[in-house]
């Protein structure tokens, strides 16, 4: 079968089903997994579909909105490997987790998959769909869902969050300040992410390092209310960091 022709039903199937493994995708085409992954990462750089772990989602229909496609394929390496060192060392089993609508905090979902009985706790549309996708049990908070992140937003999920009680938050960040502010473009976001901090036991940021000096509109928390994951960043990026921020890097 031509690489085109094969590519083609993968697109359509991915599209029919919105969610596929690999393997469904092998016997679609009678082709060797190696193929089918260096098919998916073409196709994902097309932006034809979006690759998820072990296997790939249609962004027709989940993730309509270009931008959204783009903020999960930046920085995916840097992205999984903070996911998976969050995951390994601040989650154990039997926890509830929130897990919010950030592409890091998504990439944790596969490796909660690990941990016995987890609970994940979200309002990140895609991050609800790939939970249920690695068979976790699963709560998506209710309320209006933005176009442009699928992030869940609004009072009633407010109300929501502030009804539950977590082991642990994960939140996304688009800007840690020298001061330690905590920023994200949008208020109604900056809320939901306050809310998670304030009622989980424990909070962690995840942010890769492009994230570091940068400012946005709305501030939701500070690096002394939790504890910052990143990767393991250089010593001209800490001094862009508060003095005594809780930092952990990933290895």
Same mark, same amino acid.
């Given at each position: 079968m031509l690489t085109q022709e094969r590519q083609s039903l993968i697109e359509d199937y991915v599209n029919q089903h919105e969610l596929c493994r690999v393997s469904e995708l092998c016997n679609l085409t009678d082709t060797s997994e190696s193929t089918i992954r260096r098919d998916l990462i073409q196709m994902e750089k097309n932006g034809i579909l979006k690759r998820v772990h072990g296997g790939a989602q249609s962004v027709k229909n989940f993730s309509r909105d270009v931008s959204q496609n783009v903020r999960f394929s930046l920085n995916h390496d840097v992205k999984i490997a903070i996911a998976k060192y969050a995951a390994e060392h601040f989650v154990h089993p039997g926890d509830n987790v929130f897990i919010d609508a950030g592409t890091t905090t998504y990439e944790m979902v596969p490796f909660l998959a690990e941990i016995p009985n987890v609970k994940i706790i979200t309002n990140g549309v895609e991050t609800a769909l790939c939970s249920l996708n690695h068979g976790i049990k699963t709560f998506?908070?209710?309320?209006?869902?933005? =176009?442009?992140?699928? &992030?869940?937003?609004?009072?009633?999920?407010?109300? !929501?969050? @502030?009804?539950?009680?977590?082991? $642990?938050?994960?939140?996304?960040?688009?800007?840690?300040?020298?001061?330690?502010?905590?920023?994200?473009? =949008?208020?109604?976001? &900056?809320?939901?992410?306050?809310?998670?901090?304030? !009622?989980? @036991?424990?909070?962690?940021?995840? $942010?890769?390092?492009?994230?570091?000096?940068?400012?946005?509109?709305?501030?939701?928390?500070?690096?002394? =209310?939790?504890?910052?994951?990143?990767e393991k960043i250089k010593s001209s990026q800490k001094t862009a960091l508060p003095a005594d921020i809780n930092l952990e890097e990933a290895k």
């Open positions: 998506l908070i209710g309320g209006e869902v933005k =176009d442009d992140t699928h &992030a869940v937003v609004g009072q009633t999920a407010l109300s !929501q969050i @502030r009804a539950m009680n977590f082991s $642990a938050s994960f939140v996304g960040a688009n800007g840690i300040e020298k001061n330690g502010n905590l920023t994200t473009p =949008d208020p109604e976001e &900056a809320a939901i992410k306050a809310a998670e901090i304030k !009622q989980a @036991r424990h909070a962690y940021v995840l $942010a890769d390092s492009t994230k570091i000096g940068e400012r946005n509109f709305a501030v939701f928390a500070n690096t002394d =209310d939790v504890i910052v994951v990143t």
